[in-house]
């Protein structure tokens, strides 16, 4: 039998070939707190400040001793992991702390349910489907109404108690005729208009830069094309609406909106009404872009999403897969600039950076019973992640919900620091953006550098890989670009994220600072990663 070392690469061979092209194939052995380990032969164990934090997974950290402990009672008392299909009072006590924070956030006592998951991508496709579920069903009753205001009309034309004027015809465009012959061409030219206002496929509406997942639903919502494209052909579309642009929503919604047309009797004569279709089966955006850049969503645009969509009765799913748990300094990134969603997502942080979970949160409002019998999950709401999400949830209530405050504390230290760099290298340094523990540095463009090797990197937008792998291989650090805005660094440590930890990221994004100003491409790569691509 081979060793590990012998064996052929087939766990993604593409993916390592890149990672190890810019220097990032480390094999990381060991975890606690903010800090990364791997072997170094010859050297032994050599530690690595985390600043990504799984993404924004591990708010409380690399196997934080609390949750460690319950997950080892939980295994050792043999709880029952896999009980689908019966009572689950640790997933009802999640949903009971969700609905109290959510409450005192929101400033609001309706109640939200919750349909658990098992990833960020998974809650979405859950939010995304039960829209739809819920857009089916009022179009289903818009279709009744109009059915009955047009068997009321037709007896009305039957017993001669209404007639139908020549204005009715014209506006449908159909030759006038007497009694039921004419009033049969009205319906059936309703019919075909209806049939092709009604037929057309949901419309969900996000934000350009916008990241919702790259499961089959959930990759349509994602503005970057290179992950789209490829699967249009499998979901529902979407429209993406500029970030910021005063009116662009407004003016995306009106296109998109569709009516349906039915006969009443008013005053003893037939006119033609019409009855407003849902085509958008929601909104959905991220309090702060991850993906996109770390671009906050501002007070005066989620005023303007909330006035549009509300009065469009179009719902809005609010995705704090990222932004939530406390990162920002509140439960939900959108609460603190008076969003308010008719859908949640929260994941990530919500497993504690052991478990795998995540949960959908929909409103009383919105909320469609019938969902639960045609959506599940097997390794949702199970005796393993529903315990630890509940922990997770206690730790960051605990203390008057002291961990919040530390949230915002160490995001501005942080923040501190980043602001300091920009400062220093203006020239190098285009902005720094963000909210409490997630935050972004985005560099200026470097597709006009001295380096060829570093132009390259940059119009292939791949060079924030190669500045990854020189962070981590001189300074220690672990960050990586943001998916779709390559040339932005994310920072995503966990709360406890000390002031060394802190200073030695400053310091190590000052070294690139000054290599990309100097054009250094030997030192930037160790003279050997490359800024382009899988080698």
Do not use: W
């Amino acid at each position: 039998m081979n060793s590990l070392d012998e064996q052929p690469e087939l766990a993604e061979p593409y993916l390592l070939g890149f990672l190890s092209s810019v220097g990032l194939d480390v094999e990381y052995t060991r975890a606690e707190g903010n800090t990364l380990y791997y072997e170094d032969p010859g050297h032994g164990e050599v530690a690595v400040f985390d600043a990504a934090g799984g993404y924004g997974s591990l708010f409380f950290g690399h196997n934080h001793p609390e949750i460690v402990g319950l997950a080892k009672d939980l295994l050792e008392r043999r709880a029952p992991v896999l009980a689908q299909f019966s009572r689950h009072r640790d997933a009802n006590a999640v949903a009971t702390e969700l609905n109290r924070i959510v409450h005192r956030e929101l400033g609001s006592d309706e109640p939200y349910f919750a349909i658990f998951a098992n990833s960020g991508a998974e809650g979405i496709e859950a939010a995304v489907k039960h829209a739809e579920l819920d857009r089916v069903l009022r179009a289903q009753e818009i279709a009744g109404q109009l059915a009955d205001e047009l068997a009321a009309t037709r007896a009305a034309v039957l017993s001669g108690d209404a007639v139908v004027p020549a204005a009715t015809f014209r506006e449908l465009g159909v030759p006038e005729a007497a009694g039921m012959t004419g009033f049969a061409a009205l319906v059936a030219e309703l019919d075909r208009r209806n049939a092709a206002a009604s037929g057309r496929p949901p419309v969900f509406l996000t934000l350009e830069g916008s990241f919702h997942g790259k499961l089959v639903g959930s990759v349509q919502l994602t503005h970057n094309a290179a992950y789209r494209t490829p699967f249009t052909a499998l979901a529902a579309q979407a429209r993406f609406v500029p970030h910021g642009k005063p009116g662009a929503l407004a003016d995306t919604i009106t296109a998109e909106r569709r009516s349906l047309r039915g006969l009443t009797v008013r005053h003893g004569t037939v006119e033609v009404v019409e009855h407003e279709f849902p085509v958008i089966a929601a909104l959905l955006l991220e309090p702060i872009q991850g993906e996109g850049g770390i671009v906050p969503v501002t007070e005066e645009f989620a005023q303007e999403i909330q006035r549009d969509c509300a009065a469009a009765g179009i719902p809005i799913v609010v995705d704090e897969i990222q932004s939530g748990m406390g990162r920002t300094g509140t439960l939900l990134a959108s609460s603190a600039i008076g969003l308010r969603g008719d859908y949640y997502v929260l994941a990530k942080s919500l497993g504690g950076g052991l478990a795998k979970t995540a949960v959908m949160l929909a409103r009383q409002g919105v909320y469609r019973n019938e969902f639960e019998l045609v959506h599940s999950s097997t390794f949702a709401k199970d005796g393993f992640s529903t315990p630890i999400a509940l922990k997770v949830l206690s730790m960051l209530e605990a203390d008057g919900g002291r961990a919040y405050r530390l949230a915002e504390e160490r995001g501005e230290r942080l923040a501190d620091a980043l602001h300091k760099v920009r400062v220093e290298f203006p020239d190098v340094v285009k902005d720094v953006r963000g909210r409490g523990l997630m935050l972004g540095l985005e560099f200026n463009d470097q597709s006009e550098s001295r380096s060829q090797l570093i132009r390259d990197g940059a119009q292939s937008g791949l060079l924030g890989y190669t500045l990854a792998g020189y962070l981590l291989r001189e300074h220690r650090v672990r960050t990586f670009p943001t998916a779709s805005a390559g040339n932005t660094l994310r920072f995503a440590p966990s709360v406890f994220v000390t002031d060394r930890e802190i200073d030695q990221l400053q310091d190590g994004l000052r070294a690139v600072a000054e290599l990309l100003r100097e054009a250094d491409e030997a030192r930037l790569t160790g003279g050997g990663a490359t800024a382009g691509g899988a080698g």
